[in-house]
C-alpha cells in the first residue's frame, strides 16, 4: 500500500545531466573511431570540429525537450481543446498506478494524489485526496461531499494553475506562490495570493467498496473563474 504522507511531489523524476562537451586538445593522428575518408573531400564543408558542435546542439535540445515535458504536465490539465467536466457521477477515483481507492486506503491525517478512471482528454487531471477525522471538518467544508473522512479538492491551485504539492503541518501550500488552503475547511484561502478555495469534489463510496465521484468539482478548476 502506497501513501503519500508528507506529500513532496512537487520534483520531477526527468532531471537532465546531459553535458555536452568539446574536445579542444589537438587532433589524434589515427582519427576517431567514427572518422570516414570523405571528411576530407573538399565538397564536404562540415569539419569534425563543426560535426561535433551540431552534436552538442541537438544533445542540447533534446535536455530541452526532456525538461520541457515535466514542466507542461504539471501545468497542462486537460488534453488542448478539451471542455466538459472533469468528473461525473459515479467515475471511480484512481491513483497514479491507476488502482482505484478502497476505503481503507488512507489513514487519518493522510494524502493521496488522485485522478478520474482515465477517460479521454482527462486522465490527468490532479486531485488532491485527504483523509481526517469526520468531526475535524468544518468551516467551508460541504459536509454532504465528503465520506469516511475523506475529503476530495483540485490540486490545481487558483492563483497561477501550479500543482498544490506542498503541506506545511495540515495545511496545503503551493511551492510556486506560497497559496495556502485549509482542506479541514474546503480549501480555503489562508495565505498567499490565491483569490478563492480549491474547488471540492463531491465523493461517496460504491457499493463495491471504492471511491467514486457523484458529480463534477463544485467550482472551476485552476486560475479565473471568479
Do not use: N
Amino acid at each position: 500500500m502506497t501513501r503519500e504522507y508528507p506529500l513532496g511531489d512537487g520534483g520531477s523524476d526527468a532531471d537532465c545531466e546531459t553535458c555536452p562537451c568539446e574536445d579542444d586538445g589537438d587532433a589524434r593522428d589515427d582519427g576517431p573511431s567514427i572518422y570516414r575518408k570523405f571528411w576530407g573531400d573538399a565538397r564536404a564543408e562540415m569539419r569534425r570540429r563543426d560535426y561535433a558542435k551540431a552534436l552538442a546542439t541537438v544533445g542540447g535540445l533534446t535536455a530541452l525537450g526532456s525538461l520541457a515535458a515535466p514542466v507542461a504536465s504539471l501545468t497542462q490539465v486537460f488534453e488542448r481543446g478539451y471542455s466538459g467536466p472533469v468528473y461525473t457521477d459515479g467515475v471511480p477515483l484512481v491513483d497514479e498506478a491507476g488502482q482505484r481507492i478502497t476505503e481503507g486506503r488512507l489513514g487519518e491525517g493522510e494524502q493521496l494524489t488522485v485522478f478520474p478512471e482515465p477517460r479521454p482528454g482527462i486522465d490527468r487531471a490532479p486531485t488532491l485526496l485527504v483523509r481526517f477525522p469526520e468531526d475535524a471538518f468544518g468551516g467551508d467544508t460541504s459536509m454532504e461531499y465528503t465520506v469516511a473522512g475523506y475529503a476530495a479538492y483540485s490540486k490545481v491551485c487558483t492563483h497561477a494553475g501550479c500543482m498544490v504539492s506542498d503541506r506545511d503541518d495540515q495545511t496545503l501550500v503551493c511551492p510556486c506562490h506560497s497559496g495556502r488552503f485549509d482542506p479541514l475547511s474546503g480549501a480555503a484561502v489562508t495565505g498567499g495570493p490565491p483569490g478563492r478555495a480549491l474547488p471540492q469534489l463531491p465523493i461517496t463510496l460504491s457499493s463495491e467498496g471504492h471511491l467514486v465521484a457523484t458529480g463534477d468539482f463544485e467550482g472551476p478548476v485552476g486560475p479565473g473563474g471568479e
